[in-house]
C-alpha cells in the first residue's frame, strides 16, 4: 500500500481550514467578511492621514428563495476614500491568498494578507460569484507616465516623451493632459506620444523641469472582476476595463456576494461598528442594512494620529531565517554595519560591544587610542556577515536574545490615539458621567514593540451589566469574541481589587483596553484574544490601576454628595415639623413662618446642583 502525497495552495489550505480565520459558519462568516473589508478601508485611509468615510452596504438577492430565517445570500458592497490601489496590484490584492502590501513593521489592522480575500473566497464557494474592485488613485503624477523629459535647446522648450501604455493602463488621455498640466508663465502643448512646455519668457528649463515630473494628473477609474484559482492560489481576471473620472475620485470600491446569516450576525456587526466608530473618532462610517435601515456614525474630529512609522526588526525578536536572509541582501562588509544598518536602534558602540560579547569580534582595551573614553575601539576580526559559518548564525542569534545592551525598541512604527482622542471617541459613542484616559509609556515583548491606553467610564450610556464592561481593541480593532481568555479580562478579574476602587458590580462601569503594536500577541490566527504576555498584562494593570484611583475619588465625592443630598432631603420634610413643634412646646401661637423654609430651598437646590456636576 502507498500514501498518496499531494501540494496544496495557501488558497487550497485556508479553503480546507475556514475556520482557521472566522469564516467557520454563515453567521460568523458574515461577521468576518464585514469586519475585514471595514479594516482594509480603514488602513487604507489612515496610512495616508486621510480622515476615512466609508459606506457599507449589506443588501439580501432579490432573487433568493430561502426565507429570511435561514441562510440566505447577501451582497456586501463597501467604499472608502482612501489611497486607491495602482492596477498593476489588483488582481493579486484581491485574488491571491497571502499578498499585500503590509507585511512591515508598523502598526496596521492587517498582516496576513489573507483577511479580504477570504471574504471574497468564501463568497465564492458559496454562491460561485466573483468580485467588482473599482478603484483609482485619484491622480498620479506626470513621471509615472512619462519615459523621460528633455530640453531643447534650440527650440527653447521641454519635451516629455509620453508613456502609451502607462496613459492607457490609467485611462489618461491628451485632453485630461491638457487640462492638468499647467505650469506658471509657460505654454503646454499635447501631441500623440508628446508633450512640450514651452517658457513665455526665459525660464529656467532645467529648474522647470525638476517640479514638472511630480505635477498630478487626474487618472481612471479601473474596474475589475476577479475570482480565485483556488487550487493555483493566482487571480482569475474576468475583466478589467478603466472608466473616465472626470472628477479625480479616489478610493476604492469592492463588491461580491456571499451566503451568510445576517440576522444572527447582526447583533455582532452592529457592535462592531459602533466599537470601531469608538475608536476612530476621526472616521465616519455609515452602515445600510438588508432591511434598508441607515445606521450612521459620525466623526468628531478630523484630528488623526500620525501615522506609523516603518521601522526595522530588532534584535531582541530575530531568528536565524530572519539573519540568514539579511545576511543574503546585505550589502555589508562588515559585521558592525550590518547591525547598525539593519536592526532597530543598534548604534556602532552597541554592535562592537555585541559582537565582542559574541565572541565575534576582538576589541582593543577601551579609550587608550584616538576616540572618546568609552568607545569600544581597536576592533580586530571584523568579517563580511556573508563569511558567517551558520554555527555562529545561531550563536548570534542566541546572544541577541541575552545581550543587555540593546536599546529597547521606540515607538515610532506605532500610532496609539492618544488620551485626547480616545476620550474623544469613548465620549461620543457612551457619553459617559465620569471618563478618565490613559496613554502609557511604550514597552517591548521579545523585541517587539507596544503601547498600552486604557480608559475607564462610568454612568451615562455605560451600559449596566452585572461586572465591568471591557472593550477590547488591538491596533484600533475591536475584539469581539473569546473574551473571557483575553488577558485584558483575566487582569480586570484576577490582579485588580475593584473594591478598594470603591466599584461594586453593580455599577455602570467600563474599561476600554487598547493595545498598538508592530506584532500583536494574538493568541490564534483568528485575530480575536491576546496572548497572556507578562509584559503586557503588567503595563493594563498599572494603567487600570492608575485610572481606578481617579474614578474612586469621583465615586467618593458621589457618594458624600448623595449622602448630603438625602440628608438634606430629610431636613427639608421635617423642618417646618420641627419648627411648629418647638413652637407648640414652647407656648409659641404663632405657626412656623414659610418664609423660613423659602429661605433654606436654595441653599438645598445648591447641593443638588453640585451633587449633578460632580
Ligand atoms: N480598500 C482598500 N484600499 C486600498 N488597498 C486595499 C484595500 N483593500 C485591500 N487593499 C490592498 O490589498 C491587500 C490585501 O488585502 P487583504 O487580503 O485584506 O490582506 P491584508 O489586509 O492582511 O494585507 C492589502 O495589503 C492592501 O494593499
Ligand atoms: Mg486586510
Same mark, same amino acid.
Not at 461577521?31 to 475585514?36: D, H, P, Q, T
Not at 529648474?207 to 493555483?232: A, K
Not at 542569534?397 to 529597547?408: A, I
Given at each position: 500500500m502507498s500514501e498518496k502525497f499531494m501540494e496544496v495552495s495557501p488558497a487550497d489550505f485556508f479553503y480546507r481550514n475556514r475556520d482557521l480565520a472566522g469564516f467557520n459558519n454563515p453567521?460568523?462568516?458574515?461577521?468576518?467578511? %464585514?469586519?475585514?473589508?471595514?479594516?482594509?478601508?480603514?488602513?487604507?485611509?489612515?496610512?495616508?492621514?486621510?480622515?476615512?468615510?466609508?459606506?457599507?452596504?449589506?443588501?439580501q438577492d432579490k432573487n433568493d428563495s430561502t426565507t429570511e430565517e435561514a441562510t440566505a445570500t447577501y451582497t456586501i458592497r463597501i467604499m472608502d476614500n482612501g489611497s486607491g490601489i495602482p492596477p498593476e496590484f %489588483?488582481?493579486?490584492?484581491f485574488g491571491q491568498i497571502l499578498y499585500?502590501?503590509?507585511?512591515?513593521l508598523r502598526q496596521v489592522r492587517g498582516t496576513f494578507g489573507l483577511g479580504g480575500k477570504m471574504a471574497i473566497l468564501y463568497g465564492q464557494i458559496t454562491t460561485h460569484g466573483s468580485a467588482t474592485i473599482m478603484t483609482s488613485t485619484g491622480t498620479v503624477s506626470l513621471k509615472d507616465l512619462s519615459l523621460g523629459a528633455d530640453i531643447d535647446q534650440a527650440r527653447k522648450m521641454l519635451v516629455v516623451r509620453l508613456n502609451s501604455d502607462a496613459m492607457e493602463r490609467r485611462g489618461v488621455d491628451r485632453a485630461i493632459l491638457q487640462r492638468d498640466v499647467k505650469i506658471k508663465g509657460c505654454r503646454v502643448q499635447v501631441n500623440e506620444k508628446t508633450l512640450y512646455v514651452k517658457p513665455e519668457?526665459?525660464?529656467?528649463?532645467?529648474?522647470?523641469?525638476?517640479?514638472?515630473?511630480?505635477?498630478?494628473?487626474?487618472?481612471?477609474?479601473?474596474?475589475?472582476?476577479?475570482?480565485?484559482?483556488?487550487?493555483?492560489?493566482?487571480?482569475?481576471?474576468?475583466?478589467?476595463?478603466?472608466?473616465?473620472?472626470?472628477?479625480?475620485?479616489?478610493?476604492?470600491?469592492?463588491?461580491?456576494?456571499?451566503?451568510?446569516?445576517?440576522?444572527?450576525?447582526?447583533?455582532?456587526?452592529?457592535?462592531?461598528l459602533q466599537q470601531t466608530a469608538m475608536l476612530n473618532p476621526y472616521a465616519e462610517i455609515?452602515?445600510?442594512?438588508?432591511?434598508?435601515?441607515?445606521?450612521?456614525?459620525?466623526?468628531?474630529?478630523?484630528?488623526?494620529?500620525?501615522?506609523?512609522?516603518?521601522?526595522?526588526?530588532?534584535?531582541?525578536?530575530?531568528?536565524?531565517?530572519?539573519?540568514q536572509r539579511m545576511i543574503n541582501v546585505t550589502n555589508s562588509t562588515s559585521l558592525v554595519t550590518f547591525l547598525t544598518t539593519h536592526f532597530h536602534r543598534v548604534g556602532e558602540k552597541t554592535a562592537k560591544a555585541f559582537l565582542a560579547e559574541a565572541g565575534l569580534i576582538k576589541v582593543g582595551s577601551t579609550g587608550d587610542h584616538e576616540g572618546k573614553p568609552g568607545d569600544l575601539i581597536g576592533v580586530s576580526g571584523d568579517k563580511s556577515p556573508k563569511r558567517?559559518?551558520?554555527?555562529?548564525?545561531?550563536?548570534?542569534?542566541?546572544?541577541?536574545?541575552? *545581550?543587555?545592551?540593546?536599546?529597547?525598541?521606540?515607538?515610532?512604527?506605532?500610532?496609539?490615539?492618544?488620551?485626547?482622542?480616545?476620550?474623544?471617541?469613548?465620549?461620543?459613542?457612551?457619553?459617559?458621567?465620569?471618563?478618565?484616559?490613559?496613554?502609557?509609556?511604550?514597552s517591548a515583548y521579545s523585541g517587539y514593540?507596544?503601547?498600552?491606553?486604557?480608559?475607564?467610564?462610568?454612568?451615562?450610556?455605560?451600559?449596566?451589566?452585572?461586572?465591568?464592561?471591557?472593550?477590547? *481593541?488591538?491596533?484600533?480593532?475591536?475584539?469581539?469574541?473569546?473574551?473571557?481568555?483575553?488577558?485584558?479580562?483575566?487582569?480586570?478579574?484576577?490582579?485588580?481589587?475593584?473594591?478598594?476602587?470603591? %466599584?461594586?458590580?453593580?455599577m455602570p462601569v467600563a474599561v476600554i483596553v487598547h493595545i498598538c503594536s508592530t506584532k500583536i500577541p494574538y493568541k490564534t490566527v483568528g485575530?480575536?484574544?491576546? /496572548?497572556?504576555?507578562?509584559?503586557?498584562?503588567?503595563?493594563?494593570?498599572?494603567?487600570?490601576?492608575?485610572?481606578?484611583?481617579?474614578? /474612586?475619588?469621583?465615586?467618593?465625592?458621589?457618594?458624600?454628595?448623595?449622602?448630603?443630598?438625602?440628608?438634606?432631603? %430629610?431636613?427639608?420634610?421635617?423642618?417646618?415639623?420641627?419648627?411648629?413643634?418647638?413652637?407648640?412646646l414652647a407656648g409659641e401661637p404663632k405657626k412656623p413662618d414659610s418664609e423660613y423654609v423659602e429661605m433654606v430651598k436654595p441653599l438645598l437646590r445648591s447641593l443638588m446642583r453640585y451633587g449633578s456636576e460632580a
Open positions: 453567521t460568523r462568516a458574515m461577521y468576518s467578511a %464585514v469586519r475585514e473589508l471595514v479594516e482594509n478601508s480603514l488602513d487604507a485611509c489612515e496610512l495616508y492621514q486621510i480622515p476615512p468615510n466609508v459606506f457599507l452596504r449589506v443588501s %489588483v488582481p493579486s490584492a499585500g502590501s503590509k507585511y512591515t519668457d526665459e525660464g529656467d528649463l532645467k529648474e522647470i523641469r525638476e517640479g514638472l515630473t511630480e505635477i498630478p494628473v487626474t487618472v481612471g477609474i479601473n474596474e475589475f472582476e476577479i475570482s480565485i484559482d483556488i487550487q493555483q492560489n493566482k487571480p482569475r481576471v474576468r475583466r478589467d476595463v478603466v472608466k473616465p473620472n472626470p472628477n479625480g475620485w479616489r478610493g476604492t470600491i469592492v463588491e461580491f456576494t456571499l451566503e451568510g446569516d445576517y440576522l444572527r450576525a447582526m447583533p455582532k456587526i452592529l457592535e462592531y455609515t452602515f445600510i442594512d438588508p432591511k434598508g435601515r441607515l445606521y450612521k456614525f459620525e466623526r468628531v474630529t478630523d484630528e488623526m494620529p500620525p501615522p506609523p512609522k516603518e521601522t526595522l526588526p530588532h534584535p531582541y525578536g530575530c531568528d536565524v531565517e530572519t539573519l558567517l559559518t551558520s554555527e555562529e548564525i545561531v550563536r548570534m542569534v542566541q546572544m541577541m536574545k541575552s *545581550f543587555k545592551g540593546f536599546l529597547p525598541p521606540d515607538s515610532s512604527c506605532l500610532s496609539p490615539l492618544g488620551e485626547e482622542l480616545l476620550g474623544a471617541g469613548i465620549r461620543k459613542e457612551l457619553n459617559p458621567e465620569f471618563l478618565a484616559a490613559e496613554q502609557r509609556g511604550a514593540p507596544f503601547i498600552v491606553e486604557v480608559a475607564i467610564a462610568y454612568g451615562g450610556g455605560v451600559p449596566s451589566t452585572p461586572g465591568i464592561s471591557l472593550y477590547r *481593541f488591538a491596533n484600533r480593532i475591536p475584539l469581539l469574541y473569546d473574551e473571557a481568555s483575553d488577558i485584558s479580562r483575566i487582569v480586570l478579574n484576577e490582579q485588580v481589587n475593584w473594591r478598594h476602587y470603591k %466599584v461594586t458590580s453593580d485575530k480575536e484574544f491576546i /496572548a497572556d504576555r507578562p509584559e503586557v498584562a503588567r503595563e493594563i494593570k498599572n494603567g487600570v490601576s492608575s485610572i481606578a484611583r481617579k474614578l /474612586a475619588i469621583f465615586l467618593t465625592k458621589k457618594i458624600s454628595v448623595e449622602h448630603e443630598k438625602r440628608r438634606a432631603d %430629610v431636613f427639608s420634610r421635617y423642618l417646618p415639623k420641627i419648627a411648629q413643634f418647638s413652637g407648640d
